[in-house]
């Protein structure tokens, strides 16, 4: 875990925060990471870089495994089979965790190296691209032939044959992404000998591989979207668990059940509990892999820090309820989120003043409380699932002692003057003025004898499969066609720009949310497909540590991380609110975007230990 897991706080995941969210515990690492100058004082030093020792660690390991456990005569051949495979999928796993930070890698040899010979003598270059994803592919379809289709109740943190193809689904993807394929930009991205290591010609049978790697995750059957049934009524002054709030009605998605509409479901609260601890990894068809929590509650000691989602969850749990107070969401996030029938909020146009009992008829689809701003009324169910807004109410159930009242049931607020809001001399405060409530379940609660209930750390999930075939199969020009074979050879598919079989990708999670699906127009035109993709993966996997890398593999990080980021105007105290809600440049957490920040740099360290290494493009070489 540690700087290799895929979501969390600051101190071990700053790739959870692009333009989407901004932490404000120790600004001088904030600015550093957002403006590229991590490579001064910060990942030279070895802060955020020990993923890349622990990886290769943990890749020798494996291939040693691999190749030794054939020996081993206490085991069955289906127990051999099925060690293999997990070591095979850990060791492709971990070189899919370095890509993605530092582009190509070094594939060290499958036979295992001597690690007694000289730095000299294991001095090895970065391969293409391509090679790694092509190296990954290979292994992860391997390993899918080795492992099981499902895992008991004691070992759900163990790959199976659907994690495998998934994590090669991701990476073909991410192969056939701008940044990798046909980056002319990148040319320079070069080793000692001269060989470019991005594709410099663009590829479109990549995105067909793609495609076809989600269809066999997805023709497999292992995995569903989690849904909540439909909620008829809700038990009085239950503020955690409030009625289903049925979305605007719709003449097809309001009258069919899931997955054709929504009519059987709860948007919001399916969406909340796939996050928020409220159903455990066995019990969630969704979650395709995850390093689940071992360990004891209340029991950190086995990493001597805290790196978990329980922890991140930590830094956005308000001081009044005992929490950091230091994850805030930016205005750009918060206004991303669409209004109820599915139209794009406008910050200029939506209803007036501060939501009241007076007012409750203008604004159907929400549970806002009194005294909220009313841009917040009739959003999606998702907002109401991770924003937590100016007076959103924060349940704390779990608080336990003689002054639990003070915290149970009650309304947060930012504004200037608060217990929440603004402090001079602190960290703690938002700097934004917009909460998180995504992984938040209504028992977490930091005081008065509360606790946070365990959090499954969503590193796959069924979700990316499906919006990522609608984006493979967006990519393939019409009138193009691509025979594929499936991972085992069993069926052949054919890839084409199909809607319907993009419907088949895309659908399924708007009709979770509560949306309506998208046009035909949309489906049919490139362009316009993409940038309803963007917007979609912007909603459905924020705070997942995926958008870092969709602006930097689309190539449209500069234009989107390089804005500067905006919020509310948290000098105001409530008796300014109106004051409160304009937006104003953040202060202290500015941002900038250069050709360098695309990958991360190559410590100083390893530059010096191996003389094949080439720094990443616009960093430090120190020749």
């Known amino acids: 875990m540690g700087d290799n897991i895929e979501v969390g706080h600051s101190r071990f995941c700053p790739q959870n925060f692009a ?39 943990a890749i020798y390991q494996a291939t040693v495994l691999i190749n030794k456990v054939d020996g081993n005569t206490d085991m069955t051949p289906d127990e051999i089979s099925d060690v293999k495979g997990q070591a095979r999928f ?33 001095s ?6 391509d090679e790694c994803v092509e190296f990954i592919a290979e ?11 499902e ?47 991005i594709s410099q010609e663009y590829d479109e049978e990549k995105w067909a591989k793609a495609a076809a790697a989600a269809r066999d995750v997805i023709e497999g059957g292992w995995y569903e979207l989690f849904t909540r049934k439909f909620r008829e009524s809700e038990v009085a002054g239950d503020y955690a668990n409030p009625k289903t709030i049925a979305p605007p009605y719709h003449p097809v998605y309001s009258e069919a059940n899931f997955p054709d509409g929504w009519k059987d479901i709860d948007p919001f609260e399916s969406y909340r509990s796939t996050f928020n601890g409220e159903v455990n990894f066995y019990h969630n068809p969704e979650i395709i892999f995850s390093r689940v929590t071992n360990r004891a509650e209340g029991d950190y000691s086995y990493l001597g820090d805290y790196c978990d989602v329980a922890d991140m969850v930590k830094h956005q749990i ?78 704390c159930t779990s608080a336990s002692d003689q002054s639990a009242t003070d915290v149970i049931n009650k309304q947060v607020w930012y504004y200037r ?67 594929i074979e499936s991972w085992d050879g069993s069926q052949t598919y054919t890839i084409k720009h199909d809607i319907n079989e993009m419907r088949r990708g895309m659908k399924p999670v708007r009709m979770r949310a509560g949306v309506p699906d998208f046009t035909d127009e ?43 980021i905006y919020g509310c105007n948290v000098m105001m105290d409530e008796s300014n609110r109106d004051a409160f809600y304009t937006p104003v440049r953040v202060a202290g957490v500015q941002t900038a975007f250069s050709r360098k920040q695309y990958f991360w740099p190559m410590i100083y360290d390893e530059l010096q230990r191996n003389k094949n290494m080439t720094q990443a493009p616009g960093w430090q070489d120190y020749d």
């Not at 990471?33 to 622990?54: A, D, P, V």
């Not at 292994?139 to 492992?147: D, P, S, T, V």
């Not at 689904?169 to 701008?178: C, D, E, T």
């Not at 035109?525 to 969709?550: G, K, N, P």
């Open 19 to 57: 333009d989407d969210q901004v932490f404000s515990e120790t600004y001088a690492r904030y600015k550093a990471y957002k403006l590229g100058e991590i490579g001064y004082g910060y990942s030279y030093s070895g802060y955020y870089q020990n993923s890349w020792k622990w990886s290769y660690a």
């Open 90 to 122: 850990l060791r492709a796993y971990f070189y899919w965790l370095l890509m993605r930070r530092y582009g190509p890698v070094p594939l060290m040899p499958v036979e295992g190296v001597d690690y007694g010979k000289s730095y000299d003598e294991l």
């Open 124 to 129: 090895y270059p970065r391969n293409t691209y």
């Open 139 to 149: 292994e992860m379809k391997q390993a899918a032939k080795e492992l099981p289709e």
């Open 151 to 197: 895992r008991d109740n004691l070992n759900m943190a163990r790959p199976t044959r659907g994690a495998a193809l998934a994590v090669r689904a991701k990476v073909y993807l991410y192969g056939a992404s701008p940044l990798f394929n046909g980056n002319q930009e990148m040319s320079d991205f070069q080793d000692r000998t001269g060989r470019v290591l």
């Open 318 to 395: 308000p001081n009044s309820a005992g929490g950091y107070n230091m994850h805030s969401m930016t205005m750009k996030q918060c206004d991303a989120y669409d209004m109820a029938d599915g139209t794009p909020f406008d910050r200029n146009d939506h209803l007036e003043g501060y939501a009241s009992a007076a007012n409750k008829n203008l604004r159907p689809y929400d549970n806002l409380e009194d005294g909220v701003w009313m841009g917040y009324a009739n959003r999606e169910p998702r907002f109401y699932a991770s924003v937590g807004y100016n007076g959103a109410r924060w349940n």
């Open 417 to 483: 003057g608060k217990l929440d809001g603004r402090a001079n001399n602190s960290e703690r405060w938002l700097a934004t003025g917009i909460g998180i409530k995504k992984y938040i379940h209504p028992n977490d609660c930091m005081n008065h004898g509360g606790n946070i209930q365990e959090k499954l750390e969503p590193a796959l999930r069924y979700a990316d499969i499906l919006v990522s075939y609608a984006e493979a199969l967006n990519n393939i020009e019409k009138g193009n066609s691509y025979t």
């Open 522 to 564: 949309v489906y049919n035109d490139r362009e316009l497909f993409f940038e309803r993709l963007v917007h979609e993966r912007q909603i459905e996997f924020f705070a997942e540590s995926q958008r870092y890398y969709d602006l930097r593999r689309w190539k449209i990080a500069p234009q989107h991380e390089g804005e500067q």
